[in-house]
């Protein structure tokens, strides 16, 4: 089976949608098909990553082109992520996607709808969406939304009639890492304690989220025993700032970046302090407690579900942290308060969605 995936990285889309694909097409792989990627070479793209990982990337350049928000059907806060109109990017495409003729396009981008698809169509034998919207068209076999509180309803009049909806976080794309680390991640959580922090706002954070957080743990009354870690990109802009912050932390911090072992680090702490999006599956699966901080609008539906479901505790903007973080760990500190928090977690996600995925590409590609 041959799959290409397109999808981008950069300082304005950030992560998510990136490593997700990859998590897919390790998968994939391990099933013995055959994984390409198309990124567009944005600031902050991750094209290096993508090939070190063993994956082809056909990169396209973001050089000469304009009027990028006139694009029907397309909000325009997401228009300019693509760095082209979906005409242009699919011309770039079409050659790329005519030689190999895939058995599957992944598509995993806000900017792009069924006329981009539509347009494609006859390049691919199938096409999976992973979106988390709703908000504009496709044309599919299968489309994937992993949020919770999603439901089919979502997409009504959005999909065609025999596109099959995999909706919820049954269907979360998490690295095997993650169901291998759950029993002993929930295990540990038997009992409350608060002696290891981790923070993780995403491989960018823009905002300088992290910095926030540091700065208002200073007024927090932690365990005299408590550490901190950092977790960041190489290439996120603030990175040099919080290490010299993290230097003059009350309690022992140290900053990683490009950890290669996320799993290990989120399972050996007592609380993550973290953005929302694609790694709060990964939190819940482990049962780790959160206080959760939403960075982008796309993020606040699917944090109030997980408020709402007892499995974190929500800021819902970064301008918030210096208040609204020292009010949560307060209240976190009452007995048992973490303990209820990872059991709401640790049935919001099992961590075995991709392998659902997966089997349901390859049922369809028989």
């Known amino acids: 089976m041959k799959v290409v995936f397109r999808a ?21 792989k391990a099933e013995g098909a055959e994984c390409h990627f198309i990124c567009r070479e944005h600031p902050g793209h991750l094209l290096d ?11 396209l350049s973001t050089g000469g082109f304009s009027r990028l928000q006139d694009q029907v059907g397309i909000q325009p806060a997401y228009a300019g992520w693509l760095g082209a109109t979906q005409a242009q990017d699919s011309a770039s495409c079409s050659e ?20 981009w698809e539509s347009s494609l169509r006859k390049n691919f034998s199938r096409l999976l969406v992973i979106d988390d919207l709703a908000n504009r068209r496709h044309e599919c076999e299968i489309l994937l939304d992993q949020n919770l509180g999603h439901a089919n309803s979502d997409y009504a009049g959005l999909v065609n009639a025999n596109c099959d909806l995999l909706i919820g976080t049954q269907y979360a794309l998490l690295r095997p890492e993650f169901a291998s680390l759950r029993e002993v991640s929930l295990d540990r959580r038997r009992t409350s304690q608060l002696q290891h922090i981790l923070i993780t706002m995403g491989g960018v954070d823009q905002f300088n989220a992290t910095g926030a957080t540091l700065e208002a743990l200073k007024s927090c ?63 819940c699966c482990l049962g780790v407690p959160t206080i959760m901080v939403v960075l982008a609008d796309n993020q606040i539906s699917g944090g109030c579900a997980l408020r709402q479901s007892g499995s974190v505790m929500l800021i819902e903007h970064a301008s918030e942290i210096p208040e609204q973080l020292p009010a949560a760990m307060l209240s976190l500190s009452f007995d048992g308060a973490l303990k209820k928090m990872s059991e709401s977690a640790s049935k919001v996600v099992d961590g075995l969605g991709v392998q659902r995925v997966v089997r349901k590409m390859s049922f369809d590609n028989e």
């Open 8 to 28: 981008d990285a950069s300082l304005q889309i950030g992560s998510g949608h990136v490593m997700r694909c990859l998590t897919l097409a390790d998968a994939l």
């Open 49 to 59: 990553l993508i090939r070190s990982k063993g994956f082809t990337v056909h990169s």
């Open 96 to 115: 790329i996607l005519e030689r190999m003729a895939p058995d599957w396009l992944v598509v995993d981008h806000y900017a792009l709808d069924v006329e």
């Open 221 to 283: 009354s932690l365990p005299r025993d408590c550490s901190i870690s950092v977790i960041m990109g190489l290439k996120a802009p603030f990175l040099t700032d919080v290490i010299g912050l993290a230097m003059h932390m009350p309690w022992p911090t140290k900053v990683f970046s490009n950890v290669a072992d996320m799993g290990e680090r989120m399972a050996s702490a007592d609380l993550v302090i973290g953005a929302a999006g694609s790694t709060s599956w990964e939190r």
